[in-house]
Nanobody, 116 residues
């Protein structure tokens, strides 16, 4: 059974940092690209960026470049989203998604709230 489990969310003050984890089980980790998304209240889910687990190559949307970083630990089958300089507009539920050839799987999401 394939599972993606996000963790690491919570409440942080503006300017703070959080590291989210996406633990992947039930599939061949290096055969998938893992992407991070977020969905703020009343808004559509949006792509943040992703990583090729095979190569480690990352891509990011412009609005997070320089603040967010995606990495992976293949030994732990886990992908990370390091978020720095968080702002209230970063408040959202954060999701990871694993995409392979012909299949994709979502995690359940983790809440991030940025507030003073």
């Amino acid at each position: 059974q394939v599972q993606l489990v996000e963790s690491g969310g919570g409440m942080v003050q503006p300017g703070g940092s959080l590291r989210l984890s996406c633990a992947v089980t039930g599939l061949v980790f290096n055969s998938y690209i893992v992407r991070w998304y977020r969905q703020a209240p009343g808004k559509e889910r949006e792509l943040i960026g992703g990583i090729s687990n095979a190569s480690g190559m990352t891509t990011y949307r412009d609005f997070v470049k320089g603040r967010f970083a995606i990495s992976r630990d293949s030994a732990k089958s886990t992908v990370y989203l390091q978020m720095n300089a968080l702002q209230p507009e970063d408040t959202a539920v954060y999701y990871c998604k694993a995409s392979g050839v012909g299949d994709e799987y979502w995690g359940q999401g983790t809440q991030v709230t940025v507030s003073s």
